[in-house]
């Protein structure tokens, strides 16, 4: 089968069994997630499961990048951050949505920072910024971002990242260490944050 209708048919299992706008399931559809697996996992590239990416790291399963852009809310022109560009994977799904030009992910291994530059670029998501370096500081020069979001788990949200965080923007990210929850904060006038949690998760931890 070819990769195209394996994507069609992973969709199509997300769209049964998870609550997802079209948004989120055309980004799904519209990136290729066998150009950012190494080329030994590629013919496992549409299983809703994670996969390994090199560096002890690993590529989201499917179903939760959905959920993930389905909780931030993104439209068009969105100013979006990720902690943990990884192989690039789910950035690219948010760059279909907000923009490439309006992505900023930073990734704390250079070498997985540079293969998910090369990837993006070659798929067609060169505008997407990436940095090699610590999330936690956010990225000052490109805040405020009306979303951002972690792929790696944090014991808590870095204050750096709140900061950076518009009125109204969305923080959303695994807490905790061991057992990790799905945390959604949504940033009030007065700079108080609300907090919904979305279930347990399991990523890697943040370093
Ligand atoms: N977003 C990826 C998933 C990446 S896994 C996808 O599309 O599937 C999480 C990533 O977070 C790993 O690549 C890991 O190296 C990175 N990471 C861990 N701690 C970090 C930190 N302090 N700053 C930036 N990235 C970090």
């Known amino acids: 089968m070819s990769y195209e209708q394996q994507r069609r048919d992973l969709v199509s299992h997300l769209e049964q069994r998870e ?20 080329q030994q996992h590629r013919s496992k590239a549409y299983r809703d499961s994670p996969l390994p990416i090199g560096d002890g790291q690993t590529i989201s399963a499917p179903h939760m990048v959905a959920i993930m852009t389905e909780l931030l809310e993104l439209s068009y022109g969105d100013t979006v951050l990720e902690i943990g560009t990884g192989c690039g994977y ?8 907000v923009g490439p030009e309006n992505v900023y992910s930073i ?15 070659a798929v067609g998501y060169g505008d997407i910024s990436i940095r ?15 979303a951002i979001y972690l792929t790696c788990a944090a014991p808590e949200f870095p ?4 900061d950076q ?3 109204g923007g969305r923080l959303l990210g695994p807490v905790g260490k061991g057992q990790q929850v799905l945390v959604r904060a949504v940033k009030q006038p007065d700079g108080h944050f609300d907090e919904e949690e979305h279930g347990y998760v399991r990523f890697v931890p943040l370093q």
Not at 107 to 121: F, K, M, N
């Open 19 to 38: 609550s997802l706008s079209d948004e989120t399931l055309d980004a799904m559809r519209a990136v290729p997630r066998h150009a950012f697996v190494p």
């Open 90 to 97: 789910h950035a690219a799904v948010t760059a279909e949505i």
């Open 107 to 121: 990734e704390y291994h250079d070498s997985l920072a540079r293969r998910a530059r090369e990837t993006l670029t």
């Open 132 to 146: 090699t370096g610590d999330g936690k500081k956010g990225w000052p020069e490109g805040a405020p971002f009306t």
């Open 159 to 162: 204050p750096a990242l709140k």
């Open 165 to 167: 965080l518009a009125v």
